[in-house]
């Protein structure tokens, strides 16, 4: 299993790069496309700080991961009700890595418990 930080560096470029392209190429773009894209931008933000352990950009960083799985089912299913495919897609992957990261940072948290003693 890749470290957080990676994990995290992943989704975030995910959430950029997909969410900036399905806003750009969207016949009829809403603002709210975007809010991946911020979440995006302030993980990578944090990066550094999940990289040098910090706990509390660690646990903010988790908390926003969160807030971006959560907040991406609602577009999973409403993609998925349009049958547009392509957003299905970015979403779906946006989605994946999100709970990919998650997964991480749990075990990144319990390995430090554990390592403390």
């Known amino acids: 299993m890749m470290k957080a930080h990676t994990a995290s560096l992943i989704h975030a470029l995910a959430l950029i790069g997909l969410g900036g392209f399905g806003y750009?190429?969207?016949?009829t773009p809403s603002i709210t496309a975007l809010i991946p894209v911020a979440f995006g931008v302030l993980l990578l933000a944090m990066n550094r700080g999940v990289k040098n352990e910090n706990k509390i950009i660690a646990h903010v960083a988790v908390l926003f991961t969160l807030l971006v799985v959560v907040g991406l089912i609602k577009p999973l299913t409403g993609a998925m009700?349009?049958?547009d495919s392509a957003a299905v897609g970015r979403?779906?992957?946006?989605?994946?890595l999100g709970v990919y990261a998650m997964v991480t940072f749990v075990k990144s948290f319990i390995d430090a418990r554990k390592a403390r003693g």
């Open 91 to 96: 979403v779906a992957v946006m989605l994946a």
């Open 24 to 27: 750009l190429s969207s016949d």
């Open 81 to 83: 009700g349009r049958e």
